[in-house]
Protein backbone atom coordinates (compact mmCIF):
# COMPACT_ATOMS: atom_id res chain seq x y z
CA UNK A 1 0.00 0.00 0.00
CA UNK A 2 1.72 3.47 -1.09
CA UNK A 3 1.42 5.98 1.49
CA UNK A 4 1.48 9.94 0.64
CA UNK A 5 3.43 10.93 -2.81
CA UNK A 6 4.46 14.90 -3.59
CA UNK A 7 6.04 15.61 -6.79
CA UNK A 8 8.80 17.12 -7.35
CA UNK A 9 11.16 16.52 -4.73
CA UNK A 10 13.50 19.46 -4.58
CA UNK A 11 12.59 22.73 -6.76
CA UNK A 12 14.69 25.81 -7.62
CA UNK A 13 12.91 29.04 -8.82
CA UNK A 14 13.31 32.89 -8.68
CA UNK A 15 11.24 35.25 -7.24
CA UNK A 16 8.20 36.41 -9.05
CA UNK A 17 7.95 33.11 -10.79
CA UNK A 18 5.28 30.70 -10.21
CA UNK A 19 5.18 26.88 -9.14
CA UNK A 20 3.11 23.76 -9.10
CA UNK A 21 3.68 20.96 -6.13
CA UNK A 22 1.49 17.67 -6.55
CA UNK A 23 0.57 15.30 -3.92
CA UNK A 24 -1.32 11.78 -4.27
CA UNK A 25 -2.93 10.61 -0.92
CA UNK A 26 -2.83 7.24 0.85
CA UNK A 27 -5.03 5.04 -1.18
CA UNK A 28 -8.67 5.31 0.86
CA UNK A 29 -8.19 8.84 1.52
CA UNK A 30 -10.15 11.10 0.45
CA UNK A 31 -8.69 14.69 2.22
CA UNK A 32 -5.89 16.33 1.69
CA UNK A 33 -4.18 18.94 4.02
CA UNK A 34 -1.28 21.47 2.49
CA UNK A 35 1.65 22.82 5.16
CA UNK A 36 4.65 24.70 4.86
CA UNK A 37 7.17 24.30 7.02
CA UNK A 38 10.36 26.99 7.30
CA UNK A 39 13.52 25.69 8.36
CA UNK A 40 13.92 24.98 11.92
CA UNK A 41 10.00 25.33 12.39
CA UNK A 42 6.90 22.98 12.90
CA UNK A 43 4.51 23.12 9.97
CA UNK A 44 1.89 25.51 9.44
CA UNK A 45 -1.20 24.77 7.85
CA UNK A 46 -2.15 26.16 4.69
CA UNK A 47 -5.32 24.68 3.40
CA UNK A 48 -7.46 21.43 3.06
CA UNK A 49 -9.40 20.48 0.66
CA UNK A 50 -12.68 17.49 0.42
CA UNK A 51 -14.69 16.67 -2.65
CA UNK A 52 -13.03 18.78 -4.59
CA UNK A 53 -13.49 22.73 -2.52
CA UNK A 54 -11.40 24.44 0.08
CA UNK A 55 -12.78 23.64 3.12
CA UNK A 56 -10.24 25.19 5.89
CA UNK A 57 -7.49 27.93 5.36
CA UNK A 58 -4.50 28.90 7.01
CA UNK A 59 -3.06 32.59 7.03
CA UNK A 60 -1.81 32.33 3.84
CA UNK A 61 -1.99 35.29 1.41
CA UNK A 62 -3.93 34.38 -2.03
CA UNK A 63 -0.98 33.54 -4.18
CA UNK A 64 -1.44 30.24 -2.86
CA UNK A 65 -4.00 28.44 -4.10
CA UNK A 66 -4.89 24.92 -4.60
CA UNK A 67 -7.01 22.10 -6.50
CA UNK A 68 -8.57 18.54 -5.84
CA UNK A 69 -9.00 16.12 -8.92
CA UNK A 70 -11.86 13.51 -8.67
CA UNK A 71 -9.29 11.20 -7.75
CA UNK A 72 -8.41 13.34 -4.87
CA UNK A 73 -4.74 14.00 -5.59
CA UNK A 74 -4.00 17.69 -5.23
CA UNK A 75 -2.27 20.65 -6.70
CA UNK A 76 -0.78 23.71 -4.58
CA UNK A 77 0.12 26.44 -6.61
CA UNK A 78 1.97 29.70 -5.24
CA UNK A 79 1.90 32.51 -7.42
CA UNK A 80 4.80 35.21 -7.32
CA UNK A 81 6.76 33.81 -5.40
CA UNK A 82 9.13 35.79 -2.37
CA UNK A 83 12.41 34.32 -1.28
CA UNK A 84 10.07 34.01 2.15
CA UNK A 85 8.31 31.14 0.62
CA UNK A 86 11.54 29.01 0.41
CA UNK A 87 10.41 25.83 2.27
CA UNK A 88 9.37 22.19 2.50
CA UNK A 89 5.95 21.81 1.65
CA UNK A 90 4.27 18.72 2.77
CA UNK A 91 1.40 17.52 2.03
CA UNK A 92 -1.17 15.16 4.45
CA UNK A 93 -4.26 13.32 3.58
CA UNK A 94 -6.83 11.33 5.68
CA UNK A 95 -9.84 9.58 5.67
CA UNK A 96 -12.97 12.24 6.30
CA UNK A 97 -14.28 10.28 8.50
CA UNK A 98 -10.97 9.83 10.86
CA UNK A 99 -8.46 12.55 12.54
CA UNK A 100 -5.36 11.35 12.09
CA UNK A 101 -3.21 12.79 9.35
CA UNK A 102 -0.15 10.49 7.13
CA UNK A 103 2.17 12.86 5.75
CA UNK A 104 4.34 13.04 2.45
CA UNK A 105 7.95 13.37 2.10
CA UNK A 106 7.30 17.11 1.08
CA UNK A 107 8.73 19.05 -1.80
CA UNK A 108 11.35 21.49 -1.06
CA UNK A 109 11.24 24.77 -2.62
CA UNK A 110 14.68 27.31 -2.95
CA UNK A 111 13.32 30.49 -3.88
CA UNK A 112 16.49 32.82 -5.29
CA UNK B 1 -6.23 30.83 19.95
CA UNK B 2 -4.88 26.89 19.96
CA UNK B 3 -1.35 26.66 20.09
CA UNK B 4 1.42 24.18 21.79
CA UNK B 5 4.35 24.79 23.40
CA UNK B 6 7.89 22.46 23.20
CA UNK B 7 10.61 22.95 25.08
CA UNK B 8 13.64 23.90 22.88
CA UNK B 9 16.62 22.08 22.08
CA UNK B 10 18.66 20.60 20.45
CA UNK B 11 18.25 17.55 23.44
CA UNK B 12 21.56 15.39 23.43
CA UNK B 13 21.39 11.98 25.21
CA UNK B 14 23.88 8.98 26.26
CA UNK B 15 22.37 6.45 24.06
CA UNK B 16 20.13 4.29 27.01
CA UNK B 17 19.20 7.67 28.73
CA UNK B 18 15.85 8.49 29.72
CA UNK B 19 14.51 10.69 27.52
CA UNK B 20 11.49 13.30 28.10
CA UNK B 21 10.23 16.31 26.08
CA UNK B 22 7.68 18.44 27.25
CA UNK B 23 4.62 19.46 25.20
CA UNK B 24 1.94 22.05 26.74
CA UNK B 25 -0.81 23.03 24.97
CA UNK B 26 -3.28 26.08 24.64
CA UNK B 27 -6.92 25.04 23.28
CA UNK B 28 -10.42 26.06 23.02
CA UNK B 29 -12.41 22.87 23.47
CA UNK B 30 -11.11 19.20 23.89
CA UNK B 31 -8.31 18.58 21.70
CA UNK B 32 -6.43 15.26 20.03
CA UNK B 33 -3.21 15.15 20.93
CA UNK B 34 -0.16 13.63 18.44
CA UNK B 35 3.64 13.28 18.79
CA UNK B 36 5.16 13.45 15.02
CA UNK B 37 8.87 12.31 14.65
CA UNK B 38 10.70 13.78 11.73
CA UNK B 39 14.05 12.05 10.33
CA UNK B 40 16.38 14.13 8.55
CA UNK B 41 15.68 14.95 4.76
CA UNK B 42 12.24 12.93 5.42
CA UNK B 43 8.65 13.98 5.94
CA UNK B 44 6.36 13.70 9.27
CA UNK B 45 5.58 10.28 10.84
CA UNK B 46 3.25 9.42 13.18
CA UNK B 47 4.56 8.30 16.09
CA UNK B 48 1.66 8.03 18.71
CA UNK B 49 -1.87 10.06 19.41
CA UNK B 50 -4.18 10.34 22.49
CA UNK B 51 -7.56 11.31 22.12
CA UNK B 52 -9.15 11.93 25.21
CA UNK B 53 -7.70 12.55 28.75
CA UNK B 54 -6.13 10.42 30.76
CA UNK B 55 -5.32 8.24 27.67
CA UNK B 56 -1.98 6.70 26.78
CA UNK B 57 -0.39 6.89 23.35
CA UNK B 58 2.63 4.32 23.06
CA UNK B 59 5.15 2.88 20.16
CA UNK B 60 8.36 1.59 19.83
CA UNK B 61 8.95 1.94 23.07
CA UNK B 62 7.84 5.98 23.25
CA UNK B 63 4.95 7.00 25.98
CA UNK B 64 2.66 9.84 26.32
CA UNK B 65 -0.14 10.79 28.65
CA UNK B 66 -2.84 13.24 27.97
CA UNK B 67 -2.79 15.17 31.27
CA UNK B 68 -6.08 17.75 31.06
CA UNK B 69 -5.53 18.91 34.21
CA UNK B 70 -2.01 20.55 33.56
CA UNK B 71 -2.53 20.55 29.73
CA UNK B 72 0.17 18.90 28.91
CA UNK B 73 1.51 15.77 26.65
CA UNK B 74 5.15 14.98 27.35
CA UNK B 75 6.83 12.29 25.28
CA UNK B 76 9.15 9.71 27.57
CA UNK B 77 11.08 6.67 26.81
CA UNK B 78 13.22 4.73 29.28
CA UNK B 79 16.22 4.36 26.99
CA UNK B 80 16.90 5.95 23.79
CA UNK B 81 19.08 4.44 21.21
CA UNK B 82 20.65 6.21 18.53
CA UNK B 83 18.22 5.86 16.13
CA UNK B 84 15.73 7.86 17.83
CA UNK B 85 17.92 10.79 16.69
CA UNK B 86 15.32 13.38 14.68
CA UNK B 87 12.74 15.94 15.44
CA UNK B 88 9.94 15.40 17.16
CA UNK B 89 6.91 17.81 16.95
CA UNK B 90 4.05 17.55 19.25
CA UNK B 91 0.45 18.45 17.59
CA UNK B 92 -2.91 19.03 18.31
CA UNK B 93 -6.73 19.19 16.19
CA UNK B 94 -9.80 19.79 17.43
CA UNK B 95 -13.08 18.29 16.11
CA UNK B 96 -12.40 15.09 15.20
CA UNK B 97 -9.73 16.33 12.85
CA UNK B 98 -11.68 18.08 11.11
CA UNK B 99 -9.56 21.30 11.64
CA UNK B 100 -5.91 22.06 10.69
CA UNK B 101 -3.37 20.29 12.75
CA UNK B 102 -1.15 22.97 15.32
CA UNK B 103 2.33 21.93 15.71
CA UNK B 104 4.48 22.99 18.38
CA UNK B 105 7.95 24.55 16.82
CA UNK B 106 9.68 20.99 17.07
CA UNK B 107 12.65 19.95 19.84
CA UNK B 108 15.59 18.34 17.84
CA UNK B 109 16.77 14.74 19.91
CA UNK B 110 20.66 13.91 19.54
CA UNK B 111 21.94 10.47 21.22
CA UNK B 112 25.56 9.85 21.33
CA UNK B 113 27.05 6.50 21.26
Known amino acids: DAGVTQSPTHLIKTRGQQVTLRCSPK?????VSWYQQALGQGPQFIFQYYEEEERQRGNFPDRFSGHQFPNYSSELNVNALLLGDSALYLCASRPTSAYTQYFGPGTRLTVL | GNSVTQMEGPVTLSEEAFLTINCTYT??????LFWYVQYPGEGLQLLLK?????DKGSNKGFEATYRKETTSFHLEKGSVQVSDSAVYFC????????????FGSGTRLQVQP
Open chain 1, 27 to 31: SGHDT
Open chain 2, 27 to 32: ATGYPS
Open chain 2, 50 to 54: ATKAD
Open chain 2, 91 to 102: ALTLDTGRRALT
